[in-house]
């Protein structure tokens, strides 16, 4: 079996594979009722959370969209540090909303004095953090920033892009106070593309009320009128959601402590591997990711004939992402990815190494 070390989409076991393939059911029946409440309740464990999690036949980009249609009729604040959160940033923009941005350069964190000193400028109906950013290999202090949100501006909405991170790296969105967090099926779920969960708070609801022009397919308050009666407005991936159920059982047999613990230590394996070989990771070592590794690419590598080798050894690698291709290149250790991949990627990357 081939191995992917891209952030997405990554690599499915083979059970979660053919799970795809049970048969049809009507998804207006009281069988996939059933089935579709306890995968919600699966995914409450896994979003830490006692609230609701939609589950809609939709992308996570596609909830960006929800988010902002429905939890703000104006004013939000993105912030941008890498190519996921500008194109929460642009969302914004294109669905009429009046979005300002707090930046920080690519590489770097959000950091919470800066969210702060921003949010006392301007009152925001919402604020939008991407969790972990696929694009840099960082990872924004989530909780810290969370903190900043309550104490500066109480009814600001937190809605949170944890497309990269959720299911591998511990996200607590209820103690943690946050109102929306997005995820999608093809990273660390470990499922084919295709499908997005949603966590919605209480709070964020009533705020969707007040908003007009929400759009129908993503109308939280029309998802949550279905979700109540165990289903979805529109017809249900179901074969993704035969797949979602084999994969959370997966999630939860390993324990999700030890999941996290796993992509903490397969990150630290590939960090230090990366500094020892003079290529470290463009994050500092405080906001590195858990589930992605962004290199620089100090030695000046040729990316397309360093994964045309990994390729024969049935493996591969992204490059950087936009301006920071070939200027680093991206190891992924998310999903159902084991130590012992992460030794034979770079045990074959040193291989390569000493060919240069």
Known sequence: ??????????????????????????????????????????LKKVFLTESRV???????????????????QKDVLSCVNGAFSERWYKVALSNGKQADRLDAAWGSAILPDQLADALKKKHYE?????????????????EELAQV?????PDTLILVDAVSSMGGVKIETDAWGLDFVLTSSQKCFAMPPGMSFAAVSDRALKKAETVENRGWYFDLLLLEKHR????????????????LDAELDKMLAEG?????????????????????HGMPPLAAKSYRSKTVSC???????????????????????????????????????????????????LEAFETYLQKM
Do not use: C
């Open 126 to 142: 919402a604020v939008t953090i991407v969790h972990n950013e696929t694009s840099t290999g960082v990872e924004n202090p989530l």
């Open 149 to 153: 949100v309550h104490a500066v501006s």
């Open 256 to 276: 999700m402590e030890n999941r996290y613990a796993r992509h903490i230590a397969m990150a630290e394996r590939v960090q230090t591997w990366a500094e020892q």
């Open 295 to 345: 290199i620089q690419n100090l030695p000046g590598i040729d990316f397309a004939d360093l994964n045309a080798y990994l390729m024969t050894k049935d493996m591969r690698m992204a490059n950087g992402y936009g301006d920071l291709k070939n200027k680093t290149f991206r190891i992924a250790h998310m999903g159902e990815t084991q130590m012992h991949h992460i030794d034979e990627l």
């Open 228 to 243: 109540i009666k165990n289903s979805t407005p529109m017809t249900p991936a179901i074969s993704l959601i035969w797949a």
């Open 1 to 42: 079996m081939s191995r992917m070390f891209v952030p997405g989409p990554v690599d499915v076991d083979p059970d979660v594979l053919e799970a795809q393939a049970k048969p049809m059911i009507p998804h207006r029946s009281k069988e996939f009722d059933e089935f579709f409440r306890g995968t919600e309740a699966k």
């Open 54 to 72: 939609f589950q809609p036949p939709a992308t996570g980009s596609g909830m960006q969209e929800a988010g902002i249609r429905n939890l703000a």
